[in-house]
């Protein structure tokens, strides 16, 4: 065992989301899903072992009563209690540093147990296999078993009970051009946790029903999308994808809105750009107020002139400077 465990995990944007889980209790999830990895944006995470369990986020003490070290704590019980550790006893020291805002529908908690389960990976020797560390990864927070790689990823739902099927996987198709836009209109935490929005929504939604089908041919559209290069086609059938989560989330009761005015607004303007302007630009949204712009980088200018706050990802640019 080495002195300390280091990793690094970038946070990723699903394309097409998942929403239910078949299994709470392993994050095992009702549909596939398909992100895209936000390059270096995402999380740094030490572990050590240490006498108590203790979380540092950006350099903050945690205290124990905050729901990111309760997260943090219950995953590392779960990892105890399975006897995945070589002591039951054995306490961690986690100190994270996130580069993009905390519970704020940003998937900082994705890039987060990805680089926690890299780190401890890293730090007992085990070398586990990507497959092995995303399905680890999946049991802290599900979208985090898609974190563990860049570019294109696909979170394989599975059918088996125990898990061992759920995991996620690279797509091994680059896009060059393809840039993703961090609109960032509220970086508070939000006011319900995905995990509880979702549990309601597959409990009281009267539109849950058609998710699963829709998520399904959502994502093979997404998938020959992208190797078509068909750009409109993926922008649109991402957006409506998010907006059909939303819709199921708003028809939950108690409703769940994410959106603020500030989101409304700006999916307003999008749209004006796109059907009046013809540029060719769209979003996704994911649990919370905070937009994801999707374009082609010959419109950069323009979407930039638009939304000056932005904040460009180009998930590719070591490919473009390969060429």
């Not at 899903?33 to 003490?61: P, Y």
């Not at 890293?122 to 586990?128: A, H, V």
């Not at 990864?137 to 009970?161: C, D, M, Q, T």
Request: proline letters at 3%.
């Amino acid at each position: 065992m080495v002195r300390v465990g280091t990793a690094f995990a970038p946070s990723n944007i699903a394309l097409c989301k998942y929403w239910g889980k078949r299994d709470t209790n392993l994050n095992l999830p009702v549909n596939s899903s398909l992100s895209i990895s936000l390059g270096n944006k995402g999380a740094v995470t030490k572990v050590s072992v240490n006498n108590i369990d203790q979380v540092i986020l950006n350099n903050n003490l945690i205290s124990e009563q905050n729901n990111f070290y309760k997260k943090i704590v219950s995953f590392l019980n779960l990892l105890r209690d399975q006897n995945v550790l070589t002591n039951k006893k054995m306490f961690f020291k986690i100190d994270t540093y996130s580069n993009l805002p905390i519970a704020a529908g940003l998937a900082s908690s994705a890039s987060g147990f990805a680089a926690l389960v890299k780190a401890l990976d890293q730090l007992f020797n085990w070398d586990l296999s990507l497959k092995q560390l995303s399905i680890l990864a999946r049991l802290g927070s599900g979208s985090a078993s898609r974190s563990l790689w860049n570019g294109f990823v696909k979170w394989h739902a599975g059918i088996k009970e125990d898990g061992t099927d759920s995991f996620a996987e690279p797509i091994d198709l680059v896009w060059p051009e393809l840039c993703v836009g961090l609109l960032v209109v509220d970086n508070q935490e939000k006011y319900i946790s995905s995990r509880e929005a979702m549990q309601i929504s597959v409990k009281t939604s009267p539109l849950y029903y058609a998710w699963q089908q829709l998520a399904t041919k959502d994502l093979n559209t997404l998938e020959t999308s992208i190797k078509i290069k068909n750009f409109s086609l993926f922008g649109a059938t991402a957006e409506a994808n998010a907006l059909a989560m939303h819709a199921i989330m708003l028809s939950s009761r108690p409703a769940i809105i994410y959106s603020n005015s500030n989101t409304i607004s700006n999916i307003k303007k999008i749209w004006k750009l796109r059907h009046h302007d013809n540029i060719n630009l769209y979003f996704t949204q994911d649990a919370g107020p905070n937009l994801k712009l999707l374009f082609l980088y010959k419109d950069f200018a323009i979407v930039k002139e638009a939304f000056p706050e932005l904040e460009l990802i180009r998930p590719f640019a070591v490919e473009v400077e390969k060429r």
